[in-house]
């Protein structure tokens, strides 16, 4: 059984800085694309980050480019999200989650690419 755990979330000033883990786990479990996605308090949940597994056409929302970078260690199955510069509107719950086929570029910043998500950690940034 696939699972994704979590951690790292918390709260921050804006301005700061938060770096989120995701690890997944489960035997001969190798994901192709992993990702990361948000959802703020009545809000849809929306794409902030997804990567494949070479690491080529990285996927970045327009709302986090220059300030959130996501990375992956194959070895570890585990993807990571750096978070910088951050903001009062960046609050939500982030949810990993990860792909276990080959999807295309165009399909891994969306939700249907996936097929198993982590729990979700809560990012708050005061303002």
């Known amino acids: 059984q696939v699972q994704l755990v979590e951690s790292g979330g918390g709260l921050v000033q804006a301005g700061g800085s938060l770096r989120l883990s995701c690890a997944a786990s489960?035997?001969?479990?190798?994901?192709?694309?992993m990702g990361w996605f948000r959802q703020a308090p009545g809000k849809e949940r929306e794409i902030v980050a997804a990567?494949?597994?070479?690491?080529?056409?990285?996927y970045y929302a327009d709302s986090v480019k220059g300030r959130f970078t996501i990375s992956r260690d194959n070895a570890k199955n585990t993807v990571y999200l750096e978070m910088n510069s951050l903001k009062a509107e960046d609050t939500a719950v982030y949810y990993c989650?990860?792909?276990?086929?080959?999807?295309?570029?165009?399909?891994?910043?969306?939700?249907?690419?996936?097929?198993?998500w982590g729990q979700g950690t809560q990012v708050t940034v005061s303002s």
């Open positions: 990567v494949p597994r070479s690491a080529a056409n990285t």
């Open positions: 989650a990860a792909s276990r086929i080959y999807q295309p570029p165009i399909l891994i910043r969306t939700q249907s690419a996936y097929d198993y």
């Open positions: 489960g035997r001969t479990f190798s994901p192709y694309a």
